[in-house]
Each structure stands twice: as C-alpha cells, then as structure tokens.
C-alpha cells in the first residue's frame, strides 16, 4: 500500500496511512500522545507497537467507563456541595469529555486493527 492509501472514517489525522512510509512510528508516537508519558519507559512497548494500542485501548475504556460513573453519580454526590448552574456546567463539560473519549477510543481501535494487518477497503 502506498501512502496514498485511504483509511477508515475516524482515522487520527496525525497517524500516516497504513503501508506509508513511517505510519508505523507515526501510529507509536501518536498512541503515547494519549497516554501518561510514563508509558515511554517501557521498551517492550516502543518495538511492539501492537502491544501499545492493546495497552492504550484498555486504557481510554477505563477512562470510558470511569467518566460515565463519574457523571451518573454527580448529581446525587455534588447536590448539597455546588448551585445547580454549576452543576450543569459539570455535567455539559462531562458530556463533551465522554463525546471526546468514545471518539478516540475509535480511532485507537483504527489504529490497532491496522497494526494487526487489518486494512479498510472504501466501498461505493
């Protein structure tokens, strides 16, 4: 595949496509752009890049799924301590934050799959 290749909708625009020249470290630099920089530390990570997205997928779940906890619960855990416009500040913030997560848990998803060989085929 050349660097012209398409790639999925959703695809994160600073990973190169599949088959270009450097996608692969283009795809790594972008997954550690998601992750705490600590991740760098890990060398069985940096030649693995496989094994990054698996990582870092299981990571932006859980950042899924405590952002959805955290907002199902704020209206009873906040009521006696913040004003309600305050309030539905927090919560349109969450909303945008969950928005955000679920979109980029796609695209790591994107990611990993073409790490695997997985490759999109455009249909018309």
Do not use: C, F, K
Not at 1 to 12: C, I
């Amino acid at each position: 595949m050349n660097s012209s290749a398409s790639v999925p909708p959703g695809w994160p625009p600073q990973v190169r496509p599949p088959g270009a020249p450097q996608w692969e470290e283009s795809a790594r630099n972008w997954l550690y752009d998601q992750v705490p920089g600590e991740w760098r530390r890990y060398e069985v990570l940096q030649r693995h890049p496989l094994l990054l997205a698996r990582n870092v997928r299981y990571h932006v779940e859980g950042a899924i799924n405590g952002h959805r906890l955290g907002y199902s619960r704020a209206r009873v855990e906040t009521a006696d301590h913040i004003e309600p416009p305050t309030l539905q500040q927090l919560l349109e913030a969450d909303a945008r934050e969950g928005a955000r997560l679920v979109a980029l848990a796609r695209q790591v998803r994107l990611v990993e799959d073409a790490l695997q060989g997985v490759r999109w085929v455009p249909r018309l």
